[in-house]
């Protein structure tokens, strides 16, 4: 296992900037996953990692070695590193152990080999599939084979490229679970590219957002959750609303969930941002006072979505409740944030 250090690196595809100024640290043995929309740039950060792509700037380090400047580049194949490309890429034509075999070289003997094949394969749980081809595994199947493959060298890191995307929702929960699980067991530096928020948010140590060829904040699951440094990063890793409010010259914060007689004039516009699950609604009055009426409801089963209509504000706020539903579509409910204050200054009055 071994940590990583990534700085300012740039990458340009012709004259068009890919990567930019991106600054990225992750832990000897950390489980590491990239978020961010389609497009920011992700897998060509991996391809980079990796030693496919050649930055126009920055380094990279692996440990204390520098692997990537613009003036020395480390082979792909010296990197020590496994490499799940999307979809897997297991070569159609060879078998499960040759395919696992692959990356072994011609240096060590038969037996070893064997042993090695054989070792991976009851390690993802597949031992006595060694002679079927790759069309003949399930999705969950080819993506624990395409792992095996990728860890079968003792890689010191191993980089994922949205290894469960092309699994249906019944099977990636377990699979992503396993697969997880079976890197952390072997203290495997894992950088894994994903769409997922949930991916993300279970199976990472240190969740990095992307946006446009940058990282923009990293963090644990709960920093970048809790702690989001803008309304739009705040959505990379969940549900939020943003409600126009105004801080007072003596530092305090009003909004339509602190108090129902609208906002002052003195003080600053901003914005809070709240998560849905934050917004307490009940039936009965609350201290706090504020009431709202509920314009829509969700129903998920584990929870809902309710839409609140507040006095004096156009703008819907959603709220999460959990347990039975015992609301009703027109009803005055009573609201009260339970969170911490997130505020964000500038333009109170979008929509
Ligand atoms: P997705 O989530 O859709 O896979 P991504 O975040 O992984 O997207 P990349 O695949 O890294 O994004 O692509 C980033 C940008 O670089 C895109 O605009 C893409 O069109 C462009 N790009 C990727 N590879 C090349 C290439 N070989 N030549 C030119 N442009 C490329």
Same mark, same amino acid.
């Given at each position: 296992m071994t940590s990583l250090e990534i700085r300012d690196l740039g990458v340009k595809f012709e004259s068009r900037e890919i990567l930019s100024k991106l600054n990225l640290t992750? &832990?000897?043995?950390?489980?590491?996953?990239?978020?961010?929309?389609?497009?920011?740039? @992700?897998? +060509?950060? /991996?391809? +980079?990692?990796?030693? /496919?792509?050649?930055?126009? *700037?920055? +380094?990279?380090?692996?440990g204390k070695q520098l692997v990537s400047v613009s003036s020395l580049v480390l082979p792909p194949h010296k990197r020590n590193i496994g490499y799940v490309p999307q979809e897997g890429g297991l070569f159609p034509h060879l078998t499960v152990a040759e395919n696992v075999g692959f990356a072994l070289g011609k240096k060590i003997s038969r037996d070893e080999r064997q042993s090695i094949i054989e070792s991976m394969l009851t390690l993802v749980g597949l031992s006595g599939f060694e002679k079927r081809l790759p069309q003949e595994l399930s999705g969950g199947q080819q993506t624990r084979i395409a792992l095996a493959r990728a860890l079968a060298m003792k890689p010191a890191m191993v980089l994922l490229d949205e290894p469960f995307a092309a699994l249906d929702q019944a099977l990636r929960a377990g699979i992503s679970e396993e697969v997880v699980a079976l890197l952390k067991s072997t203290n495997t530096t894992t950088v894994m590219v994903t769409h997922d928020r949930e991916d993300a948010l279970v199976s990472a140590d240190v969740i990095? /957002?992307?946006?446009?060829? $940058?990282?923009?904040? $990293?963090?644990?699951?709960? &920093?970048?959750? /809790? @702690?989001?440094? $803008?309304?739009?990063?705040? *959505? $990379?890793?969940?549900?939020?609303?943003t409600i126009p409010a105004v801080q007072s010259n003596e530092g305090r914060y009003f909004s339509v969930l602190h108090q129902s007689e609208g906002l002052p004039q003195d003080g600053s516009k901003g914005e809070l941002l709240v998560r849905p699950e934050e917004i307490?609604?009940?039936a009965h009055s609350t201290a706090s006072g504020v009431t709202a009426t509920i314009s829509r409801i969700n129903y998920y089963g584990h929870d809902a979505l309710l839409e609140l209509e507040f006095a004096g504000m156009a703008k819907l706020i959603r709220a999460r409740v959990a347990g039975p539903m015992n609301f009703e579509v027109g009803q005055t409910v009573f609201v009260e944030h339970q969170g911490p204050i997130r505020w964000v200054s500038g333009n109170a009055t979008r929509e």
């Open positions: 992750i &832990e000897a043995g950390a489980f590491a996953a990239i978020l961010g929309p389609s497009g920011c740039g @992700k897998t +060509t950060l /991996l391809r +980079t990692i990796a030693g /496919l792509i050649t930055p126009a *700037e920055g +380094t990279i380090r692996f990095a /957002l992307m946006r446009s060829g $940058s990282v923009v904040q $990293s963090g644990t699951p709960a &920093e970048v959750y /809790l @702690k989001p440094i $803008s309304a739009d990063v705040a *959505e $990379s890793t969940g549900d939020v609303v307490r609604v009940s």
